[in-house]
């Protein structure tokens, strides 16, 4: 239910603007603008101001980082930031519900399929069948992240039956295939996403991307490849770290080109 905007005191209160500002952001902690927040133009309407007072407040809005906005783009509520822990074994759905974000999943393809780069990477022979799983991740409704796994299909077939759309990865391996992952090693990258996958994740071309690489373990056995593609402006990275461990940071090799060019496409 929308709520009806607080009046402006005209005479002996605060600034017009400022008056504006509180007002807004009163609205905005009640989730009134969860589907959109209003243009320029409806404000100066609801409010009786001036465009230049309604300016005043949403760059206000924008310095505290609430709303974002392009020249001549309409504001919108700065999306909830998704954190993810190095140097532990998390899952991307937990993070997300843990934000209080509902975790839901577009399947683009779950198949078996022989991909020889990446059965080298898992210690496989080039020809042994994978099974392959692309997904739009979305966190709130927004899109979030283009995810693609590859397991080996001799451990993982029972999950081609398995439904995807708002079910965690190891959760259904764990259950159909009683493979419980026990550690991995990943890699993070900052990368410029290609004009498809900007599309893909709902990002203009001043929005930069994560690129994570995970091999999946059991113990020293490898069970999972992932590559994932993630939005800057919606994810986050944390560490512990000690005054007498410090925390281990590494070069990242760079990746292999043919994989690179498979994965950007």
């Keep these: 239910m929308t709520e009806e905007p607080h009046p402006l005191q005209r005479a002996g209160g605060s600034l017009l603007w400022q008056q504006l500002l509180a007002d807004l952001r009163r609205r905005l902690a009640d989730g009134e603008f969860a589907a959109a927040f209003p243009c320029e133009l409806a404000l100066v309407a609801e409010y009786r101001v001036s465009r230049q007072t309604v300016r005043q407040a949403l760059r206000q809005l924008r310095v505290d980082g609430v709303v974002v906005a392009g020249r001549g783009r309409q504001p919108r509520v700065t999306p909830v930031e998704i954190e993810q822990p190095v140097g532990a074994l998390y899952s991307l759905f937990a993070s997300v519900e843990a934000a209080g974000q509902e975790q839901r999943s577009i399947v683009h393809t779950l198949d078996i399929r022989a991909d020889g780069v990446v059965a080298a990477r898992l210690g496989l022979e080039e020809s042994t069948p994978l099974v392959y799983l692309e997904r739009l991740r979305l966190a709130g409704g927004e899109p979030l992240a283009v995810d693609r796994v590859w397991l080996p299909a001799h451990l993982a077939a029972p999950l081609l039956d398995a439904d995807f759309t708002h079910t965690a990865l190891y959760t259904e391996y764990r259950r159909r295939c009683g493979v419980a992952l026990t550690g991995g090693r990943e890699t993070i990258r900052a990368v410029v996403p290609t004009p ?40 986050g990275i944390t560490a512990d770290f ?24």
């Design 196 to 235: 498809a996958e900007r599309l893909l994740l709902g990002i203009g071309p001043d929005t930069a991307a994560f690129a994570i690489d995970r091999l999946g373990l059991v113990d020293d056995r490898a069970v999972e490849w992932r590559h994932t593609l993630i939005r800057g402006d919606r994810f």
């Design 242 to 265: 000690t005054a007498r461990d410090g925390y281990r940071l590494a070069l990242a090799p760079r990746p292999s080109p043919r994989l690179d060019r498979k994965d950007r496409s």
